[in-house]
Protein backbone atom coordinates (compact mmCIF):
# COMPACT_ATOMS: atom_id res chain seq x y z
CA UNK A 1 0.00 0.00 0.00
CA UNK A 2 1.07 3.21 -0.65
CA UNK A 3 0.50 7.15 0.74
CA UNK A 4 0.97 9.98 -1.71
CA UNK A 5 0.96 13.95 -0.80
CA UNK A 6 -0.34 16.48 -3.15
CA UNK A 7 -0.35 20.13 -2.49
CA UNK A 8 -3.02 21.72 -3.76
CA UNK A 9 -3.61 25.75 -4.17
CA UNK A 10 -6.63 27.11 -4.12
CA UNK A 11 -8.71 30.97 -4.07
CA UNK A 12 -11.80 32.23 -2.80
CA UNK A 13 -14.37 31.80 -4.05
CA UNK A 14 -13.77 29.53 -7.03
CA UNK A 15 -12.35 26.48 -4.98
CA UNK A 16 -14.27 23.41 -6.42
CA UNK A 17 -12.08 20.09 -7.35
CA UNK A 18 -13.22 17.29 -9.29
CA UNK A 19 -11.37 13.72 -8.74
CA UNK A 20 -12.30 11.16 -11.38
CA UNK A 21 -11.75 7.71 -10.87
CA UNK A 22 -10.73 5.96 -13.91
CA UNK A 23 -10.36 2.19 -13.94
CA UNK A 24 -11.70 -1.16 -15.56
CA UNK A 25 -11.27 0.05 -18.93
CA UNK A 26 -9.68 -3.23 -20.36
CA UNK A 27 -8.79 -1.93 -23.29
CA UNK A 28 -7.89 -4.69 -26.16
CA UNK A 29 -10.91 -6.17 -26.03
CA UNK A 30 -13.96 -5.70 -28.45
CA UNK A 31 -15.58 -5.17 -25.23
CA UNK A 32 -14.32 -2.37 -24.84
CA UNK A 33 -16.31 1.05 -24.86
CA UNK A 34 -13.06 2.83 -26.57
CA UNK A 35 -15.06 5.77 -27.73
CA UNK A 36 -16.72 6.21 -24.44
CA UNK A 37 -13.22 6.43 -22.71
CA UNK A 38 -11.52 8.63 -25.25
CA UNK A 39 -14.92 11.55 -24.72
CA UNK A 40 -14.05 11.43 -20.99
CA UNK A 41 -10.42 12.36 -21.34
CA UNK A 42 -11.38 15.38 -23.28
CA UNK A 43 -13.54 15.82 -21.05
CA UNK A 44 -11.43 15.77 -17.75
CA UNK A 45 -9.03 17.75 -20.05
CA UNK A 46 -11.37 20.53 -20.43
CA UNK A 47 -12.68 20.96 -16.88
CA UNK A 48 -11.07 23.71 -14.52
CA UNK A 49 -9.75 21.83 -11.59
CA UNK A 50 -9.92 18.08 -12.46
CA UNK A 51 -7.81 15.39 -11.28
CA UNK A 52 -7.74 11.86 -11.84
CA UNK A 53 -6.43 8.62 -10.43
CA UNK A 54 -6.54 4.98 -12.40
CA UNK A 55 -7.81 2.76 -10.69
CA UNK A 56 -6.43 -0.24 -12.51
CA UNK A 57 -7.28 -2.80 -15.39
CA UNK A 58 -6.67 -0.49 -18.18
CA UNK A 59 -6.37 -3.20 -20.25
CA UNK A 60 -6.74 -6.58 -21.04
CA UNK A 61 -3.52 -7.81 -20.73
CA UNK A 62 -4.29 -11.54 -21.26
CA UNK A 63 -2.58 -13.95 -23.67
CA UNK A 64 -3.10 -17.31 -25.32
CA UNK A 65 -1.51 -19.03 -22.30
CA UNK A 66 -4.21 -17.58 -19.57
CA UNK A 67 -6.92 -20.22 -19.78
CA UNK A 68 -9.06 -16.72 -19.86
CA UNK A 69 -7.25 -16.25 -23.89
CA UNK A 70 -10.60 -15.67 -26.56
CA UNK A 71 -8.31 -14.44 -29.59
CA UNK A 72 -11.74 -13.43 -31.26
CA UNK A 73 -12.08 -11.18 -28.55
CA UNK A 74 -9.13 -9.29 -29.32
CA UNK A 75 -9.10 -5.53 -30.48
CA UNK A 76 -7.82 -5.40 -34.27
CA UNK A 77 -5.41 -3.04 -32.98
CA UNK A 78 -3.60 -5.35 -30.70
CA UNK A 79 -0.31 -7.05 -32.16
CA UNK A 80 -1.01 -10.48 -30.96
CA UNK A 81 2.67 -11.46 -31.05
CA UNK A 82 3.28 -8.38 -28.60
CA UNK A 83 0.58 -8.15 -26.60
CA UNK A 84 1.39 -6.67 -23.13
CA UNK A 85 3.62 -3.79 -25.24
CA UNK A 86 0.70 -2.74 -27.35
CA UNK A 87 -2.17 -2.41 -24.77
CA UNK A 88 0.16 -0.64 -22.77
CA UNK A 89 1.65 1.86 -25.64
CA UNK A 90 -2.49 2.03 -26.06
CA UNK A 91 -3.11 3.20 -22.56
CA UNK A 92 -0.54 5.72 -22.72
CA UNK A 93 -0.90 7.15 -25.68
CA UNK A 94 -4.91 7.68 -24.56
CA UNK A 95 -3.84 9.19 -21.78
CA UNK A 96 -1.03 11.24 -22.36
CA UNK A 97 -3.22 14.75 -22.71
CA UNK A 98 -3.99 14.53 -19.29
CA UNK A 99 -0.81 13.11 -17.76
CA UNK A 100 -0.25 16.49 -15.60
CA UNK A 101 -3.10 15.79 -13.75
CA UNK A 102 -2.85 12.14 -12.98
CA UNK A 103 -2.59 11.37 -9.18
CA UNK A 104 -0.92 7.96 -9.62
CA UNK A 105 -2.41 4.45 -10.87
CA UNK A 106 -3.16 1.61 -9.13
CA UNK A 107 -2.43 -1.61 -11.07
CA UNK A 108 -5.80 -4.52 -11.11
CA UNK A 109 -5.76 -8.50 -11.16
CA UNK A 110 -5.17 -8.19 -15.11
CA UNK A 111 -1.94 -6.17 -14.76
CA UNK A 112 -1.02 -8.55 -11.57
CA UNK A 113 -1.92 -11.27 -13.58
CA UNK A 114 0.52 -10.99 -16.44
CA UNK A 115 3.35 -9.77 -13.97
CA UNK A 116 3.61 -13.09 -12.71
CA UNK A 117 2.95 -15.14 -15.22
CA UNK A 118 4.79 -13.83 -18.40
CA UNK A 119 7.31 -11.41 -16.21
CA UNK A 120 5.93 -8.24 -17.79
CA UNK A 121 5.58 -5.16 -15.30
CA UNK A 122 3.38 -3.22 -17.30
CA UNK A 123 1.79 -1.23 -14.88
CA UNK A 124 5.57 0.53 -14.26
CA UNK A 125 5.53 1.00 -17.90
CA UNK A 126 2.45 2.59 -18.00
CA UNK A 127 3.18 4.99 -15.33
CA UNK A 128 7.01 5.01 -16.25
CA UNK A 129 5.30 6.22 -19.99
CA UNK A 130 3.32 8.96 -18.65
CA UNK A 131 5.38 10.07 -16.17
CA UNK A 132 3.23 9.56 -13.15
CA UNK A 133 3.07 7.46 -9.79
CA UNK A 134 2.53 4.09 -9.36
CA UNK A 135 0.20 3.61 -6.67
CA UNK A 136 0.71 -0.17 -6.06
CA UNK A 137 -2.83 -2.18 -5.35
CA UNK A 138 -4.36 0.29 -2.80
CA UNK A 139 -3.06 3.95 -2.07
CA UNK A 140 -4.31 6.57 0.42
CA UNK A 141 -4.05 10.23 -0.98
CA UNK A 142 -3.49 13.41 1.32
CA UNK A 143 -4.63 16.13 -0.60
CA UNK A 144 -3.39 19.46 0.84
CA UNK A 145 -5.58 22.45 0.06
CA UNK A 146 -3.73 25.80 0.71
CA UNK A 147 -5.34 28.98 0.25
CA UNK A 148 -3.36 30.88 -1.46
CA UNK A 149 -1.77 33.94 0.56
CA UNK A 150 -3.24 33.06 3.87
CA UNK A 151 -2.55 30.78 6.11
CA UNK A 152 -5.62 28.58 5.55
CA UNK A 153 -4.74 24.86 4.92
CA UNK A 154 -7.29 21.81 4.41
CA UNK A 155 -6.14 18.44 4.64
CA UNK A 156 -8.66 15.77 2.42
CA UNK A 157 -8.34 12.34 2.59
CA UNK A 158 -8.74 9.67 0.01
CA UNK A 159 -8.64 6.04 -0.02
CA UNK A 160 -8.65 4.08 -2.98
CA UNK A 161 -8.04 0.32 -4.36
CA UNK A 162 -8.73 -2.04 -7.19
CA UNK A 163 -10.72 -4.26 -4.95
CA UNK A 164 -11.10 -8.17 -5.43
CA UNK A 165 -13.59 -10.81 -5.07
CA UNK A 166 -16.63 -12.38 -7.08
CA UNK A 167 -19.67 -10.23 -6.40
CA UNK A 168 -22.59 -10.14 -8.33
CA UNK A 169 -24.84 -8.29 -6.43
CA UNK A 170 -25.75 -4.86 -5.53
CA UNK A 171 -25.76 -5.87 -1.94
CA UNK A 172 -22.13 -7.61 -1.93
CA UNK A 173 -20.75 -5.30 -4.02
CA UNK A 174 -21.87 -2.74 -1.17
CA UNK A 175 -20.02 -4.95 1.87
CA UNK A 176 -16.92 -5.41 -0.40
CA UNK A 177 -17.17 -1.58 -0.72
CA UNK A 178 -18.17 -0.93 3.08
CA UNK A 179 -15.32 -3.14 4.38
CA UNK A 180 -12.80 -0.92 2.76
CA UNK A 181 -14.45 2.17 3.76
CA UNK A 182 -14.43 0.69 7.63
CA UNK A 183 -10.93 -0.16 7.49
CA UNK A 184 -9.15 2.57 5.97
CA UNK A 185 -9.61 6.48 7.88
CA UNK A 186 -10.46 8.41 4.98
CA UNK A 187 -12.81 11.33 3.74
CA UNK A 188 -13.66 9.84 0.49
CA UNK A 189 -13.21 6.01 -1.30
CA UNK A 190 -12.90 4.82 -4.68
CA UNK A 191 -13.58 1.05 -5.04
CA UNK A 192 -12.82 -0.59 -8.54
CA UNK A 193 -13.09 -4.43 -10.35
CA UNK A 194 -16.95 -4.79 -9.73
CA UNK A 195 -17.87 -2.75 -12.78
CA UNK A 196 -20.33 -0.68 -10.96
CA UNK A 197 -21.38 2.47 -9.83
CA UNK A 198 -22.74 2.55 -6.21
CA UNK A 199 -22.11 5.47 -4.23
CA UNK A 200 -22.38 4.81 -0.18
CA UNK A 201 -21.84 6.95 2.46
CA UNK A 202 -21.46 6.39 6.38
CA UNK A 203 -21.41 8.73 9.29
CA UNK A 204 -19.24 8.39 12.07
CA UNK A 205 -18.97 10.84 15.41
CA UNK A 206 -15.57 12.58 16.10
CA UNK A 207 -14.59 15.51 18.19
CA UNK A 208 -12.67 18.67 16.90
CA UNK A 209 -9.58 20.62 18.94
CA UNK A 210 -11.75 22.40 21.62
CA UNK A 211 -13.78 19.40 22.34
CA UNK A 212 -17.32 19.45 20.40
CA UNK A 213 -18.73 16.41 19.26
CA UNK A 214 -19.88 16.63 15.65
CA UNK A 215 -21.11 14.25 12.62
CA UNK A 216 -18.39 13.81 9.96
CA UNK A 217 -20.01 11.56 6.19
CA UNK A 218 -17.35 9.70 4.60
CA UNK A 219 -18.51 9.02 0.97
CA UNK A 220 -17.27 6.25 -1.11
CA UNK A 221 -18.38 4.34 -4.25
CA UNK A 222 -17.40 1.80 -6.71
CA UNK A 223 -16.36 2.93 -9.36
CA UNK A 224 -17.94 1.71 -12.37
CA UNK A 225 -16.12 0.85 -15.98
CA UNK A 226 -15.70 1.26 -20.07
CA UNK A 227 -16.16 -2.88 -20.40
CA UNK A 228 -19.52 -3.64 -22.36
CA UNK A 229 -21.11 -7.05 -20.71
CA UNK A 230 -23.16 -7.17 -23.52
CA UNK A 231 -22.36 -6.61 -27.03
CA UNK A 232 -24.62 -7.10 -29.79
CA UNK A 233 -23.55 -9.21 -32.79
CA UNK A 234 -20.08 -10.08 -31.58
CA UNK A 235 -18.50 -13.08 -29.57
CA UNK A 236 -19.74 -13.19 -25.95
CA UNK A 237 -17.76 -12.08 -23.14
CA UNK A 238 -16.50 -13.82 -20.36
CA UNK A 239 -19.56 -12.13 -18.29
CA UNK A 240 -22.36 -12.66 -20.81
CA UNK A 241 -21.09 -16.40 -20.70
CA UNK A 242 -21.74 -15.98 -17.05
CA UNK A 243 -24.76 -14.04 -17.10
CA UNK A 244 -23.80 -11.27 -15.15
CA UNK A 245 -25.73 -8.34 -14.86
CA UNK A 246 -24.70 -5.42 -17.36
CA UNK A 247 -21.74 -3.30 -16.17
CA UNK A 248 -22.39 0.49 -15.42
CA UNK A 249 -20.54 2.29 -18.28
CA UNK A 250 -19.14 5.41 -16.53
CA UNK A 251 -17.00 6.65 -13.78
CA UNK A 252 -16.89 7.79 -10.19
CA UNK A 253 -16.40 11.68 -10.08
CA UNK A 254 -15.63 13.08 -6.53
CA UNK A 255 -16.54 17.11 -6.35
CA UNK A 256 -14.84 18.90 -3.09
CA UNK A 257 -14.68 22.21 -1.83
CA UNK A 258 -12.28 22.92 0.84
CA UNK A 259 -13.45 26.21 1.57
CA UNK A 260 -16.82 24.93 2.10
CA UNK A 261 -15.70 21.64 3.10
CA UNK A 262 -18.10 20.30 0.98
CA UNK A 263 -17.33 16.66 -0.20
CA UNK A 264 -20.05 14.57 -2.63
CA UNK A 265 -19.75 11.80 -5.10
CA UNK A 266 -21.58 11.22 -8.98
CA UNK A 267 -21.27 9.15 -11.91
CA UNK A 268 -19.84 10.36 -15.18
CA UNK A 269 -21.12 8.98 -17.59
Known amino acids: ??????????????????????????????????????????????????????MGDMAEFITPSDPRWNGDAIASWVKKDDIGHSQEGWIIDLFTPIKDRCIGLLYGNHEDTIHKHSHQDVAQHICDGLGVKNLGYSTWVHLFFKRENSNEAHLIKGAFTHG?????????????????????????????????????????????RSGRIKNQVANGATTGCW????????NASYGEMKV??????????????????????????
Request: proline share 5%; glycine share 6%.
Open 227 to 234: FRTYTQGT
Open 244 to 269: YPPSELCCAVFTINPNTDFLDVGRSI
Open 1 to 54: MEVVSIQVPYTRPNAEYKIYCIGDIHAGTIHCVEDDVKRKIQEIKSTKNAMWIG
Open 164 to 208: AGHAITEGAKINNLMRFMKSFEADFYGYGHVHDYIPKSFTRLVTN
